[in-house]
């Protein structure tokens, strides 16, 4: 603006006085049709000013890139971050060269989402997408469940109440991870859902991953943990076992009763554990952590 207001009484001056510049004299701008100085000044200006415009412009446009499965870059590691800071599963390789790459689990995580946001479900990170993910528009999905006594967190939820939930949940030994750059706490995802269902059908609560206020008394030791059948249906007690078996890889552990469960670790032959509970040919080894109990061996 000071260049413009500059040129404007500059150009007022030129007038008066009648002062012309012959430029194609100085074989510098011999094109040029104007002889006062600051007509080529406010042509100038103009013309920077225009040109600034347009790239920002494409500087912009180039910024806010429509993503989708198959491609790479900086835009797509921020998406895979705020997806997996709302609960969704997206695993990076050991390595970490997931980072950055619209693979499948991306694509599932931004289909989840977009579900749950009630946006058109396509897989493709579009504005509309994008601005629901930064929090710009507002998502179905549960951003935080309630942290008071009669509050209830679930899948997706987020906030200080998860945080303790989790903190309790890990206190008593199941297995929740926050990952590297501690992201996790405070997310209620999958690894916590599977600690809420494992901590509930050891408490002898309704086993529906949902932690309401039954679920948070018996974590904070409000209400007693309900203790397993101390014998099974094919006659197995409590106590020191030996694992049995014959398998390379050893005996799978699993977060549950039965072989629908996920597999959690595996133990080798003649690994001593101690038996908490068995019901219905499974034993209890911790808190989450089962194993089938034809495979072990009364110390």
Do not use: C
């Amino acid at each position: 603006m000071e260049v413009l207001a500059y040129t404007a009484r500059y150009a007022a001056h030129e007038a008066h006085h009648g002062i012309e510049y012959e430029f194609a004299q100085l074989n510098l701008f011999p094109t040029i049709p104007y002889k006062n100085l600051s007509q080529v000044l406010f042509l100038g200006t103009i013309s920077a000013g225009l040109m600034l415009t347009v790239l920002a412009t494409t500087g912009d446009a180039a910024m806010a890139r429509t993503l989708r499965q198959g491609m790479k870059g900086d835009d797509v590691a921020q998406v895979q971050t705020l997806l997996r800071n709302r609960g969704y599963s997206i695993r990076y390789g050991a390595n970490g060269s997931g980072r950055g790459t619209f693979g499948p689990q991306t694509d599932k995580a931004v289909r989840g989402f977009q579900g749950q946001s009630k946006l058109a479900v396509d897989g493709v990170v579009g504005p509309r997408t994008m601005a629901a993910l930064q929090g710009k528009a507002s998502s179905s999905a549960g951003t935080g469940g309630p942290t008071t006594s009669t509050g209830s967190m679930r899948l997706n939820s987020r906030g200080t109440g998860v945080a303790e939930l989790q903190t309790l949940l890990r206190n008593r030994g199941y297995n929740i991870r926050y990952g590297a750059d501690g992201s996790g706490r405070g997310t209620f995802g999958q690894q916590t859902l599977t600690a809420v269902r494992a901590f509930q059908r050891d408490a002898g609560l309704a086993v529906d991953g949902v932690a309401g206020p039954r679920t948070m008394r018996a974590l904070r030791g409000g209400a007693s943990v309900k203790s397993s059948q101390p014998t099974s249906s094919s006659g197995g007690s409590v106590g020191r076992y030996t694992i049995a078996t014959n398998s390379a890889k050893g005996l799978n552990v699993r977060t549950g009763p039965g072989t629908q469960y996920s597999i959690a670790t595996s133990l080798p032959h003649g690994t001593g554990v101690n038996v908490s509970s068995m019901s219905n040919g499974w034993a209890q080894i911790a808190p989450g952590r089962y194993v089938s109990a034809q495979f072990l061996r009364k110390q």
